[in-house]
């Protein structure tokens, strides 16, 4: 869809079309709100966050807010289903993998489900070895399994919430790169290679390019971006690894990796959590980092025996703050343009951050409270200097 000349006014612009963005559009239209949306690249590119397969959705966390939050993604996970006609959550169960000594606490997770009364197990290494054969297990590790966790489709579900905010009446433009936004009194200007938009509302999905666009109005996020990479695994024998035998996985140390059963092909996909290089988000180089493959392959031979050797590795962006939470609230002293950005964890919260942020662009008087009030913009994170980095989820 190109782009018209002129000043064409809409209620809501969402710029940035990933998984928040997508999200945010849908639900926006959904309430009857005019929308514009702005993606830079081609519908479905590779330069983001939001491509690919597969994405984690599960309730263990490390705090109570966020299991808090889980009940609302898997609700409105269910929602799109319903909306899109689409099957999207493929439900495998979950293993957060805790070896002696770890980085990460089990008992911060076991304490934050406890606190929301949502089952789970805590296995040794004999239980895990007679449930899942696959799995091997250095001595003293303990584990947590959570029967609900999933995983859900990252471009596909990109497309749906795309397909709905058109039937709802967006407008979504691709190929279409905002170059400054203009914070006026009575709304914002939205500036394009091929025209001028105005709207009472922005909605900013721009992930590593955020700052670009805030900076002009006199603010930032302090982010790190890294240049993250997957790896897919081709098992001898992948009914072994097929989504009814084994499960999502999550290993709880630094470094801290994670992985999937087979889905959608004969292979099974693992990384690395916050374990690339620091890179703009333009000028990446695609190419497969042998330090980092090599790191991750020596862990799956010793944890996964059969998962076998590595096929085909790909690159996505990790976007993120230093207290490793979501960024999600109005600007300050440019109230009008509403930030939403997932810290390189947020795809299985997509459906519930675009319903937020449609809730904070329609009414200012909503978000004020809990569950928004963690991520505001204004938090002392992303306000003080000197505040301490920790990306550890």
């Not at 929602?79 to 493929?90: D, H, K, M, N, R």
């Not at 990109?158 to 709304?187: K, N, P, W």
């Not at 390019?209 to 790896?231: S, Y």
């Not at 409270?369 to 002392?380: A, H, K, L, Q």
Request: aromatic content about 8%; hydrophobic content about 40%.
């Amino acid at each position: 869809m190109s782009a018209h000349a002129g000043t064409q006014s809409f209620d809501v612009i969402v710029v940035g079309l990933g998984g928040l963005g997508s999200a945010a559009a849908w639900h926006l239209a959904r309430s009857g709100r005019s929308v514009l949306g702005l993606e830079q690249f081609a519908f479905g590119h590779d330069r983001g966050a939001s491509h690919d397969t597969s994405r984690i959705l599960r309730h263990s966390y490390h705090r109570p807010d966020y299991v808090r939050l889980t009940h609302h993604a898997y609700a409105d996970w269910a929602t799109l289903e319903e909306a899109s006609g689409e099957t999207l959550v493929t439900t495998t169960g979950g293993i957060d993998l805790c070896p002696r000594g770890s980085a990460l606490p089990l008992d911060d997770y076991t304490r934050s489900l406890d606190t929301e009364r949502i089952p789970y197990e805590v296995l040794d290494v004999e239980e895990v070895r007679s449930r899942w054969p696959q799995v091997s297990l250095p001595e003293g590790t303990t584990t947590l399994y959570q029967e609900r966790t999933s995983i859900v489709p990252a471009a596909r579900s990109v497309a749906a919430m795309q397909r709905l905010a058109l039937r709802s009446g967006a407008v979504l433009m691709d190929r279409t790169a905002v170059t400054a936004l203009h914070h006026r009194a009575h709304g914002v200007e939205v500036v394009t290679p091929g025209g001028r938009y105005c709207a009472d509302k922005v909605v900013l999905c721009a992930d590593a390019w955020t700052d670009r666009l805030l900076e002009p109005l006199g603010r930032n996020i302090p982010l790190t971006v890294l240049d993250q990479q997957i790896t897919y695994f081709e098992p001898a024998d992948p009914a072994r690894f097929a989504p009814e035998a084994f499960p999502v996985w999550i290993w709880l140390d630094d470094p801290s990796f994670f992985g999937f059963p087979c889905y959608g092909e004969a292979t099974v996909k693992a990384g690395e959590d916050c374990g690339g290089p620091e890179a703009g988000p333009d000028d990446r180089t695609g190419t497969t980092d042998p330090v980092m493959l090599e790191r991750l392959s020596s862990f799956m031979a010793a944890t996964f025996p059969g998962s076998g050797a590595p096929i085909r590795s790909k690159r996505c962006l990790y976007t993120l703050t230093p207290d490793r939470d979501f960024v999600l609230g109005a600007v300050p002293e440019a109230e009008r343009v509403l930030v939403g950005l997932g810290a390189g964890h947020a795809f299985k919260f997509a459906p519930t951050l675009g319903r937020m942020l449609a809730e904070l662009a329609g009414d200012p008087g909503l978000g004020a409270t809990e569950p928004y009030t963690p991520f505001r913009p204004d938090r002392p994170a992303l306000t003080d200097p000197g505040h301490p980095v920790n990306w550890m989820t």
